[in-house]
């Protein structure tokens, strides 16, 4: 089993949080942004708070 583990990416348009979440899971990170995007919109904004959070405990890649 691989050990994986999360960080923020080097693909970032904000702060890396989507696009690592992303590498994570395997996947395109443009889907984890729509995503991320569309639950921040029906969660009344919300997702700007988990955001912040995720940024601030997500580590960088050293």
Do not use: Q
């Not at 923020?8 to 889907?31: H, M, Q, R």
């Not at 904004?45 to 050293?62: N, Q, T």
């Amino acid at each position: 089993m691989e050990n994986k583990k999360l960080y923020l990416s080097e693909d970032k348009k904000i702060a890396g949080v989507c696009g690592g979440i992303a590498e994570y899971l395997n996947c395109d990170p443009t889907v984890i942004r729509v995503i991320y995007a569309l639950l921040t919109i029906f969660t009344i904004f919300s997702g700007v708070i988990i955001y912040l959070i995720l940024w601030a405990v997500i580590p960088h890649k050293r």
